[in-house]
């Protein structure tokens, strides 16, 4: 399903920090629906696949071995990821790749404070991996409120604002 009506908003609240020997893409977003109805869409293989850059083998909330397979058009290119913390419904932490993601999901009010930390193997990848993450997130978002816009990956991401985020998140990230 595509729309053309979507529109993923401006930037959102995203910092990079230093992590060791590493950069931590800090990603904020406060979504309508409570923490287990947002771990559901983090962790359910059927709901991260409306919504994610890739396609889990399995469900993430359980800790473990699997595979992230990316997805650009007829392209799929297998990930190993590892489930190394799954705390329903507040804490997520896998490895994708080289890469580390940790989502934290804290209640506010009636809805979530979602924070992803995405730990990159390659920092100099940040302004892209933020603008990835917004349009996902904005995907996700719409998934939760009932009105899904169909899953942006890859190159269709171009259609939707990806080069204007990226750039606009290149300015916000200098480090």
């Known amino acids: 399903m595509r729309t053309t009506d979507f529109d993923a908003g401006p930037p959102a609240d995203a910092t990079v ?24 869409a983090l962790t359910d293989p059927a709901e991260i ?28 290119a297998d990930q190993p990821a590892t489930v190394v913390r799954a705390e329903a419904p507040r804490v997520l932490e896998y490895t994708w790749g080289a890469d580390r993601l ?3 999901l804290d209640p506010d009010g009636a809805g979530t404070r979602l924070t992803l930390r995405h730990t ?40 939707y604002g990806w080069d204007d985020l990226r750039a606009a998140y290149a300015q916000r990230l200098r480090h």
């Not at 230093?18 to 950069?23: A, H, K, R, S, V």
């Not at 409306?50 to 799929?76: H, K």
């Open 17 to 40: 920090v230093p992590d060791g020997d590493t950069w931590t893409l800090v990603f904020i977003r406060d979504l309508k629906h409570p923490p287990d109805r947002v771990w559901r």
């Open 102 to 104: 940790r989502w934290e």
């Open 120 to 159: 990159l193997a390659q920092p100099e990848m940040d302004a892209m991996v933020a603008a990835g993450w917004h349009l996902c997130i904005a995907v996700l978002a719409r998934l939760l409120d009932g009105t899904p816009v169909g899953v942006i990956r890859g190159r269709d991401a171009l259609a």
């Open 49 to 76: 696949d409306q919504w994610a850059p890739f396609a889990a083998a399995r469900d993430l909330a359980e800790p473990g071995d699997t595979t992230l397979t990316m997805i650009d058009g007829d392209t799929r």
